[in-house]
């Protein structure tokens, strides 16, 4: 049996109609094995949003490699996605096509950057979540930032259990994450500017000596050698 565009298309759940599927084989990138879907973005639109002539002329395409789900991690799936562009014989204006698989000039599928965000609700590391989606770490990184809403800080809310250790965010800086240690939540409580003692020691007393503090019955520091270092050196 040969399948049809429509049939890959809903077996990848893509819901675009105009989105279609031309191809599907696979290729190496950076020699890891990946399949690669061949598709184009068909634009229907007939009038220039600019100017209002039905003057629209085909004007090539944008190609960009998309990066999909994949159930299997060590098999990635990409879309080699051909956006149409049209351009007004009348003004001059040009149009490319969208879509909601993917944003303008984004690499990530839309999808893919949900699941990212679902996976960033279990206990696991920026790093594994990155490895698992075929992102880099920085993405992830950039995605945590982009949705911060979901993480929500309560700085006002101080729990039972307060947990610090320090922890990696984009460009490679440490900083000191503040966590509510009790139960399985982990919930983020604060994210301090750096990973130095003097950042963790002024918010501990900022925070300590509110009324609040007295609901705190545990608290617990990773602090390594380095932090006292760099808060003690010459320049602190
Ligand atoms: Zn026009």
Redesign the pocket.
């Known amino acids: 049996m040969t399948l049809t565009s429509n049939s890959i298309r809903s077996l990848l759940e893509i819901k675009d109609p105009n989105i279609k599927i031309d191809d599907i084989f696979d290729s190496f990138i950076h020699h890891t094995k990946v399949r690669i879907i061949k598709a184009c973005l068909i634009i229907h639109q007939r009038r220039?949003p600019?100017?209002g002539?039905e003057?629209l002329v085909h004007n090539g395409h944008y190609t960009s490699t998309i990066t999909y789900t994949s159930d299997n991690a060590s098999h990635p799936i990409f879309i080699r996605l051909a956006k149409q562009r049209l351009k007004?014989k009348?003004?001059g204006?040009t149009i490319m096509a969208k879509t909601p698989l993917v944003n303008k000039y984004c690499n990530i599928s839309n999808r893919t950057k949900a699941k990212i965000i679902m996976n960033l609700q279990d206990d696991r590391t920026q790093k594994c979540v990155a490895v698992d989606n075929n992102v880099s770490p920085s993405t992830v990184g950039r995605l945590i930032d982009d949705y911060r809403e979901l993480y929500p800080v309560f700085p006002e809310q101080l729990p039972k259990h307060l947990a610090f250790d320090e922890f990696h965010v984009v460009h490679h800086q440490l900083h000191f994450i503040c966590i509510d240690g009790g139960g399985n939540t982990h919930r983020i409580i604060k994210i301090l500017p750096d990973r130095l003692a003097e950042a963790l020691f002024s918010y501990q007393y900022d925070q300590l000596s509110k009324p609040m503090a007295t609901v705190i019955k545990h608290l617990e520091i990773v602090l390594n050698a380095a932090e006292n270092e760099q808060s003690n050196g010459p320049d602190h």
């Open positions: 220039c600019l100017c002539f003057d007004c009348n003004c204006h």
